[in-house]
């Protein structure tokens, strides 16, 4: 099942590597089929951007102490760029590229 549907993004906390990365804690509004596809209670996404250009997504559930780990193809292009889109807005290092 593709992660699709993200509602209410908010910029929770953030981790800065000086000219390496940003790491951000984005809570979001998950579709409820997504929560019980993959079992999930309470979900947050953990972006890091790399100032090289790379990007890693993990969704993290608080309510089961699980970790998992979408590949590109399981996150639709647009919510997968919305993440992104948010992230880069809220990261200190990304500020100058806005």
């Given amino acids: 099942m593709k992660l699709s549907n993200l509602k209410n993004l908010q910029f929770f906390s953030q981790f800065t590597l ?40 993990k969704i993290i559930d608080e309510g089961s102490a699980q970790i998992y780990v979408p ?17 880069i807005k809220n990261a200190p290092q990304f500020k100058k590229y806005n």
Wanted: aromatic share 16%; charged share 30%; net charge negative.
């Fill in 18 to 57: 000086k000219d390496v990365e940003d790491r951000l804690i984005i809570t979001a509004d998950f579709p409820k089929e997504y929560l019980k596809y993959h079992q999930l209670e309470d979900p947050f996404l953990y972006v890091v951007l790399y100032l090289r250009g790379s990007v890693f997504i």
């Fill in 71 to 87: 590949t590109r193809k399981e996150i639709e292009q647009e919510t997968f760029n919305q993440i992104i889109q948010f992230a």
